[in-house]
């Protein structure tokens, strides 16, 4: 197989990026409350280490999102009829994008909650 250029890799990743945003509305909404965490996160001043988990939350839970859309095209091409295998799949996927969204909030929880207590104490 030929070598692509670099920027024809990039492009058709980017048009991946803005199908799902066009056609999943769950991957609007995630990308939504990450424009909405990084927001609070500026307002709190997070530190080097927070904006990285914060980063690496975002990226895992998209990336999920991704992914799954991707394993539904394959599916319903493969199997367009109803099957007790394809519906399996399509679970699997939907778990591994709910996993990583329980993670995020998780580590949310955690990084926002110490730097909210930073900024509290600071002001007590």
Known sequence: ???RPFFAAFADAADGVWHAFVAQPNFRIQLSLAVVA???????????RSWSVLVLAI?????????????????????????????????AGAAAVLVA????AVMGAIIYGQALAHVLAQRG
């Open 101 to 104: 969204s329980i993670t995020a």
């Open 59 to 91: 990226g895992f839970v998209l990336a999920a999102e991704l992914f799954n859309t991707c394993l539904e095209h394959v599916v319903d091409l493969v199997q367009p009829d109803a099957h007790p295998l394809a519906r399996s799949a399509k679970h």
């Open 38 to 48: 990084i927001g609070v996160a500026a307002l709190l001043r997070f530190d080097a």
């Open 1 to 3: 197989m030929k070598a």
